[in-house]
């Protein structure tokens, strides 16, 4: 399955910025979604997950009360609200898919990935 992101770009200190990450192909229900992100000189770290069930969601504690994450109706887009956005937010995020039912935050673990796409935060 191909992963292509869209909607990086600039923004400033307290905007907004929606990236949307859509599938080759459907994923099914078993697959959880996950939105990631690298800065400049850093670790890919786990931004926000949603198991393909929708039961399960994760953010990470920087991502808790800004971003929300929400699964297409068809299960073959995934998207990241951003608001509230800080310099710190700067990064290329990635979207990635993993088949488990297990979320987990180490990126090793997840197979599929898009190319990434940058988001630029100034104040």
């Known amino acids: 399955v191909q992963l292509v992101e869209t909607g990086g770009g600039s923004a400033q200190v307290g905007g907004s910025v929606t990236l949307s990450c859509r599938f080759s192909?459907?994923?099914?229900?078993?697959?959880?979604m996950g939105w990631f992100r690298q800065a400049p000189g850093k670790e890919r770290e786990l931004v926000a997950a949603v198991s393909g069930s929708g039961a399960s969601v994760y953010y990470a504690d920087f991502a808790k009360g800004r971003f929300t994450i929400s699964r297409g109706a068809v299960l073959n887009m995934v998207h990241l609200q951003m608001n509230r956005l800080e310099t710190d937010d700067t990064a290329v995020y990635y979207c990635?898919?993993?088949?488990?039912?297990?979320?987990?935050?180490?990126?090793?673990?997840?197979?599929?990935w898009g190319q990434g796409t940058q988001v630029t935060v100034s104040s």
């Open positions: 192909e459907p994923a099914s229900s078993a697959y959880n």
């Open positions: 990635a898919l993993k088949f488990s039912n297990n979320i987990d935050i180490d990126p090793k673990w997840w197979p599929s």
